[in-house]
């Protein structure tokens, strides 16, 4: 676990028309690559003269609207129609998913080389206020940010909250201060240990299974039977089937992407023909798939347990994200020996 010094809450963003297709098998959230995405972008709309170095980044949803069809068996996204095109024919319809969400963001935030330190409350209130008035001229997963009547309150007025302490109790009092602003809400963690274990646990009753069983498993509600015997008001006992529902672990746990993983060589620049940027190195990659949780923030003893970095294995063609959640739960390291599903 990794110590934050300074943390910027974007309290209560509401966005509308996000990408929820996650990967190519999941939907219901946005990747954490894209708001990854997001805090490079805003990393680089920051005048010159703020001085801040953004390394990870958190998100709390709070509400969320997939804008899907309300059959309660098969559901399908609510499509739009495009403008027809030059010719005057329809344009094909391609399927997008969006939900409108209701989310707080938590940076991970230093101050650059040669800048201030961040010590004055006022110097850092200013920054807050000026690096959330930039977002909302940007788009976070694909979707708008909209002004919200949350954040004309007090209490859900953007900051930029120090931890620049060594003493643990005034950390803790600075973190349980913050995260009852972030209730009611949930926070997504990885949990790769989960699916370790779980793969561990298949491969015992059954030598082929694969991680991607495991993942499956996992991802999914399973109903199991079972025979009892029950006793009757006569005094005689028959046969009964029962339905319970199996879950090997506890809490809400859902199947998520976590970075790309590479499938071919990685080309020097302009080798690859139509390649979006002939000036960068190019490489084809596949989604890499592991779980995720959905763990209430109050549950939550660090703000960096939450937060999300970039880990690449560039040796491996490994292009991912990590979090430390789980090295709390179970002091394990998520660099050697991680399971990844493609």
């Not at 694909?142 to 109790?169: A, H, I, M, N, W």
């Amino acid at each position: 676990m990794f110590k934050i010094d300074h943390l910027l809450v974007l309290p209560r963003l509401y966005i509308q028309n996000a990408n929820i297709i996650s990967s190519p098998m999941t939907w219901g959230f946005p990747a954490m690559s894209a708001f990854v995405g997001f805090m490079h972008a805003l990393e680089r709309k920051l005048p010159d003269d703020v001085g801040l170095v953004f390394n990870e980044i958190g998100v709390v949803c709070h509400r969320i609207e997939p804008q899907v069809t309300t059959d309660p068996f098969v559901k399908g996204f609510h499509l739009t129609r495009n403008p027809v095109d030059k010719s005057g024919n329809t344009s094909a319809i391609v399927e997008e998913g969006r939900a409108h969400l209701s989310i707080t963001l938590l940076i991970g935030v230093e101050a650059a080389e040669g800048s201030d330190d961040l010590r004055l409350e006022e110097r850092r209130q200013q920054l807050a206020d000026q690096i959330h008035e930039l977002v909302q001229g940007m788009r976070i997963a694909g979707g708008s940010v909209l002004p919200s009547t949350e954040q004309k309150s007090k209490r859900y007025r953007p900051k930029l909250v120090s931890f620049d302490s060594d003493e643990y109790e005034k950390r803790a009092h600075a973190w349980r201060v913050l995260k009852r602003q972030l209730l009611p809400g949930f926070a997504l963690v990885l949990r790769d240990d989960v699916l370790q274990q779980h793969t561990a646990a298949l491969k015992l009753e059954k030598s082929s299974a694969t991680a991607l069983d495991a993942w499956l498993d996992l991802s999914r509600l399973n109903h199991e039977c079972q025979r009892v015997n029950v006793e009757t008001d006569d005094g005689d006992t028959r046969e009964r089937i029962e339905w319970t529902v199996r879950r090997p672990f506890c809490g809400w746990l859902v199947p998520i992407p976590v970075g790309y993983g590479a499938i071919s060589p990685l080309y020097g620049p302009g080798e690859v023909d139509k390649a979006r940027d002939n000036s960068t190195s190019f490489q084809f990659v596949e989604t890499l798939h592991s779980i995720g949780e959905w763990v209430s923030p109050h549950r939550i003893k660090d703000p960096s347990e939450l937060l999300w970095f970039v880990e690449n294995e560039l040796d491996r063609g490994i292009y991912r994200l990590n979090n430390t959640y789980s090295d709390v739960l179970n002091d394990l390291s998520l660099g050697e020996g991680t399971t990844y599903v493609d």
